[in-house]
């Protein structure tokens, strides 16, 4: 891709992240998502594969689908309320249409079909900046939004997210589309505590996105694609493979590791909020995303290459 070109893709992305970022009239903000969504295409479709084209078509289409009910959403509040800054109260139509908006473009579920399909059509490092950098802006909305969304939307929300998620990535070989369903989980643990500490679901996010990258930018240097590519990788570079190992590990959310810490302070906000019964359904709901983490992980470490 020409460097030009490119530098102008990126600073696109940069633009439109920080407009939404630094917005408080939802205008403003959707402008921001419209260019961070039309920035991307050309990155998407930067090798004119025919799953790549397929890849930003849907993508698109999702894209634009959600854009254009924060727009409808955005200007019923304004109608019924006169009011157009962000984190003024939302009318609660207007907060549940937002809400699923957002669910959308981020690939919440059941809002999430797009989001797999997407990302096993893309490279790992256009589907690096799709995993982290274009969930910040709308991840920022919703926090922005958390105190009118309805709890029970977010807490189903939550739920299913993580519950499919989990289900999603079990049979799965290919690399992006187990990342496309952990992301699915993780986006259902941010939803779920939103309403109930905001700042919970911020610190499970930056984390997310730290653990996330760390994972793409191994499996870039290690140029795998699929599970099979993965058991021979101990012997090329045993280093970079224990990084990804202790990645995905962190990113299944065991003990030691800070995957840990963001479930941890969830499930003890929802004993505070008398929530437990919710809370051990989306804790139990980890322990299907945990065995796939754990198979990778296996593939990584236990299996050596036929010598």
């Not at 050309?42 to 090798?47: D, L």
């Not at 078509?57 to 509040?77: D, E, G, M, R």
């Not at 739920?159 to 369903?181: C, D, M, Y």
């Amino acid at each position: 891709i020409n460097p030009y070109a490119l530098s102008m893709i990126i600073s696109s992305l940069a633009l439109g992240t920080i407009l939404t970022l630094s917005s408080y009239h939802w205008i403003l903000a959707w402008i921001g998502l419209e260019i961070n969504t039309l920035a991307i295409i050309p990155m998407m479709t930067k090798n004119p594969h025919p799953r790549a084209i397929e890849a930003a078509t849907k993508y698109f289409l999702t894209q634009a689908a959600a854009s254009a009910l924060i727009l409808f959403s955005s200007i019923l509040n304004a109608y019924t309320l006169g009011e157009w800054t962000i984190n003024s109260p939302t009318h609660p139509a207007s907060a549940i249409l937002l809400s699923i908006a957002i669910a959308m473009k981020l690939g919440v579920a059941p809002f999430h079909f797009w989001l797999p399909e997407v990302l096993q059509g893309l490279t790992l490092q256009t589907g690096l900046i799709l995993s982290t950098w274009q969930k910040l802006a709308p991840m920022a909305l919703l926090i922005q939004l958390s105190q009118s969304v309805n709890l029970s939307l977010m807490l189903t929300l939550g739920l299913l997210s993580a519950t499919i998620g989990g289900w999603g990535g079990i049979n799965q070989t290919q690399i992006r589309k187990i990342l496309a369903f952990s992301s699915i989980a993780h986006l259902g643990w941010m939803v779920a505590v939103l309403k109930i500490s905001p700042q919970l679901t911020l610190l499970n996010f930056l984390l997310y996105i730290l653990m996330t990258s760390t994972l793409f930018m191994t499996f870039i240097s290690l140029n795998t694609k699929n599970m099979f590519e993965l058991s021979t990788a101990w012997s090329k570079t045993p280093t970079l493979t224990a990084l990804s190992m202790l990645s995905l590990l962190s990113l299944s959310g065991l003990p030691p590791l800070t995957g840990f810490l963001p479930k941890w302070l969830i499930a003890q906000e929802m004993i505070k909020q008398n929530m437990i019964m919710f809370g051990l359904v989306i804790l139990l709901s980890t322990l299907l995303s945990l065995f796939f983490y754990l198979r990778l992980t296996y593939s990584l470490s236990l299996t050596l290459a036929p010598s």
